[in-house]
């Protein structure tokens, strides 16, 4: 039997959407909160495969949301602007931070988007 890896050319990407849905399954079925891991995995390959590409960023685009929601009503201004022509680097952005930080896999997912957002994202 061959090894898929070695005959198709996406396998590598594929195995890493398939793992990214299997966690977000595995978070979903525990009620545990995504954490660095689960977030790596989301967003490693977004350049290659669709799938993951759109679970980063809606998984981003609701952080962003909620975050700028409740500073909203807490403040009266957004906490992250985010240019549009920034939004396609977020990704990247957060799996260097993770492969960069082994121990944000740990982390909460929310834990690590704050910061690489209030780093980088701050409404002036």
């Not at 396998?11 to 299997?22: E, F, G, K, S, Y």
Request: proline share 5%.
């Amino acid at each position: 039997m061959q090894d898929i890896n070695a005959t198709h050319p996406h396998a590598r990407w594929l195995t890493a959407a398939v793992l990214a849905i299997t966690s977000l399954s595995g978070v979903a079925a525990s009620n545990n909160t995504p954490n660095g891991a689960t977030l790596l995995s989301m967003c490693t390959g977004t350049d290659k495969v669709r799938t993951l590409a759109v679970m980063c960023h809606s998984y981003t685009n609701g952080y962003i949301a909620a975050a700028n929601f409740y500073a909203i009503k807490r403040s009266g201004k957004s906490l992250f602007c985010i240019p549009e022509n920034s939004k396609q680097h977020i990704p990247l952005l957060i799996t260097s931070r993770i492969n960069a930080t082994p121990s944000l896999k740990s982390r909460p997912a929310s834990d690590i988007l704050h910061e690489i957002f209030s780093q980088n994202f701050t409404c002036k």
